[in-house]
């Protein structure tokens, strides 16, 4: 019997905490399986994907810059990844590559598993960035029913451009008035790098953050970004966002290795560990 293969592909690869998460899930399931990180440069990633499968790779995960082209090369490609634009969750069958993206599942998951009180009717959503992950946010929120996406990044026009291509209630404001934008919402979305370790702090008012208000940062490094901080200060409900990347995970290991893992706290913890 094939022990069955998965890895994550990117350039560079070696921040992924991938690996960690899958081969705790490998280990507390007892399956018999691998998944590897692959660092690929563009130029060979046609070549790497028509090779792994007769290595006895299942699958794989893709991840920054591979996203775009790995939709292009795919045979079959899912709604979701066809609307969002962009794959991050690859299958070898039988009848060719099928391309997915499960970035939006996890962020719903995500925000549900840490507001479980949160509805998509509640009211407005605030989303602050126009990069890929936004684009993920943005077709999940549609799908959950946000009446209204406010949509802000610091260059406008990108802004514009994405909303022209998602079929949703979406508003796009000047990052100056993001502060402003937050009036009224039931929720604010970080999409951005900003408050990441590294890179520039995210500049937010804490006053226009309300309580009851629910916020979430896509950024987990730090776990609390200053806008987590200031959020739970102000008593808004806050959910990090180590959560979207153990969610998002969860459909293409089920298809890789036929169970469907559980994202629980010791899930967390030994990801954190990484």
């Not at 990844?81 to 590559?97: K, S």
């Not at 896509?218 to 901080?229: D, E, H, I, N, S």
Request: net charge negative; charged share 15%.
């Amino acid at each position: 019997m094939r022990v069955p293969l998965a890895g994550v592909i990117g350039c560079p690869v070696g921040h992924s905490r991938s690996p960690r998460l899958h081969g705790t899930w490998l280990q507390e399931y007892g399956i018999a399986g691998h998944y590897i990180p692959l660092h690929v440069e563009p130029d060979n990633l046609a070549l790497v994907l028509e090779t792994i499968p007769a290595m006895g790779f299942v699958g794989a995960n893709v991840t920054i810059p591979h996203k775009e082209v790995a939709l292009a090369l795919a045979d079959h490609v899912t709604d979701t990844a066809r609307v969002i634009g962009a794959a991050n969750t690859l299958t070898f069958t039988e009848y060719g590559l099928e391309a997915d993206n499960t970035d939006g599942y996890g962020f719903l998951a995500n925000l549900c598993a840490g507001a479980p009180k949160w509805q998509g009717s509640d009211g407005p959503a605030l989303v602050l960035g126009a990069g890929g992950a936004a684009r993920a946010v943005l077709v999940a929120l549609a799908e959950a029913g946000v009446p209204e996406i406010r949509l802000c990044n610091r260059t406008q026009a990108r802004a514009e451009a994405l909303a022209a291509e998602i079929a949703a209630p979406i508003v796009t404001l000047p990052w100056e008035e993001r502060a402003d934008a937050a009036d009224g919402a039931a929720l604010v979305v970080n999409t951005t790098a900003l408050g990441m370790t590294g890179q520039p702090e995210l500049e937010f008012p804490q006053s226009s953050l309300r309580p009851g208000m629910v916020v979430t940062d896509l950024v987990y490094t730090p776990l609390q970004t200053p806008l987590l901080k200031d959020a739970s200060v102000q008593g808004c409900q806050v959910v990090d966002g180590l959560g979207m990347l153990l969610h998002q995970a969860v459909p293409g290991f089920e298809r890789w290795f036929g169970r469907r893992p559980e994202v629980t706290a010791r899930l967390r913890d030994a990801v954190l560990a990484g």
